[in-house]
């Protein structure tokens, strides 16, 4: 892989519901960026206006759907489906993921940094040395937090024709993942060669999967970190709140005021179902 100093940007893939959250995010990129990079927005064709009022020089609207091959498609009766030409009718969760893996046919940077809209940063942070260095990009592999992580690893090496037993010991999900371009390349070749398929087709087939589980089991089980220019690093650099009660005015103090000494901001999960408007005064006071 190139030795070269890469470009990188910012890439979250968003939708209406969570425009509130996404705002957030995006003025806190603003406030806390220390070094010049671009924040892609990717989001639904049906919510292109809504996002562009956050649209400025370092922030770019893009259309999930452009990022799709034709064959995939949504009508007003498909629901929380998507019409599919070559598969059955595909979910909406795999579409963002597909759309993550396909991200580098819309942008020109090196490296694509993904962050889901209920982030947002708390101190100032250096986005390149944030997620790469010297000794390469950074690659997260955490301890196993639940059976369905072991699962998803467990698919990622059957896709590139390895038994389920090679699967990595360990999560590659998390917060501020990056992918590589010259990685993301190879990737779909090994994929699409396996199944006599596109990628997309292959991926657009599955039940279940991780994107972060695919990248990182090619990177570890098929390339290699050296050969694939990462390198683990499992340093915290998102606080997670998981299960905050909305109505605990203490508890939201210590969150805010416990952040671990590499965090550079935090996440509270949109499943929570928390409105934005319950913490905002600790994120943009």
Known sequence: MSSASPSVALVTISYARDFERCELLVKTVERHAQDAFIHYLVVDRRDVTLFQR??????????????????????????????????????????????????????????????????????????????????????????????????????????????????????????????????????????????????????????????????????TQILGLEAAGHRIDNTPIMRLGYGLDPSDERAWHAFFCELGPTDVGAMIHSKDGIEVAQYRRYVLP
Request: glycine share 4%.
């Open 54 to 219: 956050l649209s400025s020089p370092s922030c770019k609207v893009l259309v999930l759907e452009d990022l799709l091959p034709w064959w995939i498609f949504r009508t007003r009766w498909s629901g929380r489906f998507w019409i599919s030409l070559k598969t059955l009718p595909v979910r909406g969760w795999i579409i963002q993921q597909i759309a993550k893996m396909s991200i580098f046919a819309a942008i020109p940077e090196d490296i694509a940094v993904h962050c889901d809209s209920d982030c947002f940063f708390l101190r100032s942070f250096s986005l390149r040395q944030l997620v790469h260095t010297d000794q390469g990009t950074r690659l997260q592999l955490v301890p196993f937090e639940n059976a369905e992580r072991r699962r998803w690893n467990e698919t990622s090496v059957r896709l590139f024709g390895r038994p389920a037993s090679e699967a990595a010991a360990g999560s590659f999900v998390g917060n501020l993942i990056p992918f590589r371009r010259d990685v993301m390349r190879i990737l779909h070749e090994r994929l699409a060669g396996q199944a006599r398929k596109s990628w997309t087709a292959v991926l657009a087939s599955q039940l279940s999967f991780s994107e972060y589980s695919i990248y990182g089991s090619f990177v």
